[in-house]
């Protein structure tokens, strides 16, 4: 009589193969890999980057059509019209903020999938960050604020010491905005110590506080290749501002029907700009995060593991609520 014997189970499934080895890349690495992937995906990416790049152009819309009609109120109402303008302005800047740091966030997230060779897709990554828009924002918020903060506070010092009646204050309100000028070199500084927050919180998960805390430690020995990263994107940024540019200046010599034809011209120039450079910044950022991990943390020799071993979460997660596979929660 021959023994019975126990069907075994099915072998845990493995993760799709990497798209890329992951090693220690150089910055011209960084920069074509970032390419090439920019090129492989492109409407996945762009598609992610229409979302806030149509939220500035229908602000630089309204912008431009309040311009027009405020052009000369009569003077009883015009302390009233600025009122309106600048809180109008100021309401159309937050809801850039939230859709630039969601749709990066979302960027990101595509990228990690992508990257490591998994599917995605756009309402995917908006689905995976939308609970957290709010840490985002705080994010992107201070990000800039860390950049703006001491040659502002110094620049309003200066003038307020410069304005004063005498000239007893005068030569020490000059010296402050001397400062306040060279303080622009911490600003920068500033800002490239924290530019890997928002990658830092997509893919770990961190909180506000925590991702400016990874930021400074991830890009510490590396700031000038985040410089690179910047510069980059400031060279397709004023490529791209070229025809905004060019656009905004005919349109202020044009009347009647060829200032209405520019002013569409220039809408379609800045929408088409936020589309097609802003996913660049955000693909470099991220695979820089990857190259810092992997330096620093052995990535590579963690992802090897997860891919021999299979990726098993060590706790028990709702569905949809997995973690990234950069984290250090699969083991």
Known sequence: MGSLSL????????????????????????????????????????????????????????????????????????????LIGGLASLFIALFQVVAFSVTQAATVSAVSDVYLGYETTIGKAFRLVRDKWFRYILIVLWQSSSAVWLPMVLSIIGAILISIPGATLRPVGILVLVLAGLSLFYAFYAYMRNSLAIVASVVENLKVRQS?????????????????????????????????????????????????????LTLLTTFLSNSLVTPVGAIAFCLLYIDARVRDEGFDVEMLLNRVGGLKPVVELPPGELPSPFTSELV
């Open 212 to 264: 400016m805390r990874r930021s400074k430690v991830l890009t510490r020995g590396r700031l000038w290749s985040v410089l690179g990263l910047l510069f980059l994107m400031w060279v397709l940024t004023l490529v791209a501002g070229v025809a905004q540019t060019t656009a905004a200046a005919l349109m202020n010599l044009a009347h009647g029907g060829q200032r209405a034809a520019l002013e569409a």
């Open 7 to 82: 069907p075994s189970a099915p072998p845990p499934p493995r993760p799709p193969e990497l798209l890329y080895e992951l090693r220690p890349l150089s910055l011209g690495e960084i920069l074509d890999r970032t390419f090439t992937l920019y090129r492989k995906r492109f409407w996945l990416f762009a598609g992610l980057a229409v979302v806030s790049a149509s939220v500035v152009t229908i602000g630089s819309f309204v912008q431009m059509t309040w311009g027009l009609a405020g052009t000369k109120p009569a003077p009883a109402d015009a302390s009233k019209v600025a």
